[in-house]
């Protein structure tokens, strides 16, 4: 009987609980002395660790982005605006901090300067100067749709690495950037809002 993760062979399996650990064990020492031990596979750890620091990138963009909207934001719906956006940039922030730690407890280095960030992200900054805050909510849906998708996306490579705990994480932000669609599709529903 071979040991399967999503159909495909990954070892032989431990026949005891003595094989168990020793089998964990040997997995640990794979790894150079200065590296967190983990019992995924270098494979598996470039594949996680490359999606989760692109993914941490786009994080910081869209929590810049929605600071800068929140900052800017001017007109009739000021102070609703301002605070949605307050709300949504706090609830970005705080995911930063959870994938930066998950790359760091697969083993692998994470995201170093604000240089790294810029150079890995796939979000369009936004430096315009004028624009209406019915602009700026659509532009932040469409955003947050597309991180949506990228969480998706993370989510499914870590699944089929075996990174559990990641796709677990992932699981909630994914509604939560949905909650987000949301909130800036029903607040951009007004006469005269951009579509
Ligand atoms: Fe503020």
């Known amino acids: 009987m071979k040991n399967s993760r ?13 094989q168990l650990k020793i089998h964990g064990a040997h997995a640990a020492l794979r790894r150079p002395a200065t590296e ?3 019992d995924l596979g270098a494979e598996a750890l470039r594949g996680i ?9 786009d994080m910081f963009a869209l929590y810049m982005k929605t600071k800068n909207f929140h900052w800017h934001m001017s007109g009739p719906h000021f ?20 994938i930066a730690e998950r790359v760091r407890k697969v083993g692998a280095p994470t995201l ?14 936004n430096d315009a100067e004028g624009l209406t805050g019915f602009q700026m909510l659509a532009e932040l849906r469409e955003d947050n ?5 990228y969480l998706r ?5 870590c699944e089929e690495q075996g990174d559990v705990a990641s796709a677990s994480f992932l699981e909630t ?15 951009c529903r007004q006469v005269g809002a951009p579509s």
């Open 6 to 18: 999503n159909g495909k062979r990954v070892g032989p399996v431990p026949e005891n609980k003595a």
């Open 36 to 38: 967190t031990p983990s």
């Open 49 to 57: 660790s490359t999606a989760l620091n692109t993914l941490l990138a």
């Open 79 to 98: 102070r609703d605006f301002h605070l949605l956006l307050d709300d949504q940039a706090d609830r970005i922030l705080a995911v930063t901090d959870v």
């Open 112 to 125: 170093r300067s604000i240089g790294d960030i810029s150079r890995r992200q796939r979000f369009q900054d």
């Open 145 to 149: 749709l597309q991180m949506a998708a």
């Open 153 to 157: 996306e993370t989510h499914d490579i």
């Open 173 to 187: 932000w994914i509604d939560e950037a949905e909650q987000r669609v949301w909130y800036l599709f029903e607040a």
